[in-house]
């Protein structure tokens, strides 16, 4: 899924602004001024166009996630966990080593 403002397209096919969309476990819609992308995998992101941004994990993910989203535990010692396994000190240091080319 690609998003640039309210330009919305799944596998580079255009998602028409304001129509809901649903193939294969994904689904797209709009609500309000934001676009929504949900996953049967049961994680949900929405966007509001511009900055803000919203990650929902169902809950029988809870301790299944790593990234920059967390590992959902609860558990802040484990907030910045490394994609090795080990912890950053540093917010900079935990964004950075999650960067792809």
Do not use: I
């Not at 129509?19 to 001024?33: A, E, I, M, N, S």
């Not at 299944?64 to 802040?76: E, F, S, V």
């Amino acid at each position: 899924v690609l998003a640039q403002g309210r330009n919305v397209s799944v596998n580079g096919a255009a998602v028409p602004e304001g129509r809901p969309y649903l193939h294969k476990g994904l689904g797209v819609t709009w609500p309000g001024d934001w676009v929504a992308v949900a996953s049967s995998l049961g994680v949900r992101v929405a966007w509001d166009g511009r900055l803000a941004v919203t990650v929902t994990v169902e809950p029988e993910l809870r301790g299944g996630t790593w990234g920059l989203c967390g590992t959902y535990t609860d558990d802040p010692a484990d907030d910045f966990m490394l994609p090795d396994g080990d912890v950053a000190a540093v917010a900079a240091a935990f964004g950075s080593a999650w960067k792809v080319p």
